[in-house]
């Protein structure tokens, strides 16, 4: 993609994964959910998870997996209104570039 992604678009596209699991996921499975729509590193995914996890917007806990632990992910009452704030910003902002961009 030649457009840039900043924070908190990262933000906003990683609350959205998180949130489609009422149990919450791990990691991996964030970072190919996430690269469905743009291409991210897991070098660059952890740091967005520490953020939101240090911003109360997600929480953390471990679960046995094939006898190891898995750190999973989930969004918090806080992370749900953060992400409804992005969503409502992000249709309001892809509107008026849509109609910029829109060759008429």
Do not use: A, H, M, S
């Given at each position: 993609m030649?457009?840039?992604t900043g924070a908190a678009l990262l933000d906003a596209i990683v609350l959205a994964v998180v949130s489609r699991e009422e149990e919450g996921t791990y990691g991996y499975k964030i970072t190919q959910d996430v690269r469905k729509a743009i291409h991210i590193s897991e070098s660059t995914?952890?740091?967005?998870?520490r953020r939101l996890q240090k911003d109360?917007?997600?929480?953390?806990?471990?679960?046995?997996?094939?006898?190891?632990?898995?750190?999973y992910y989930k969004v918090t009452e806080k992370g749900a209104v953060m992400l409804e704030l992005y969503r409502s910003e992000w249709m309001s902002y892809s509107k008026?570039?849509?109609?910029?961009l829109r060759e008429e």
């Open positions: 030649v457009f840039n995914l952890y740091p967005v998870l109360e917007c997600l929480e953390v806990y471990d679960r046995q997996y094939d006898g190891r632990n898995r750190r008026k570039i849509t109609e910029i």
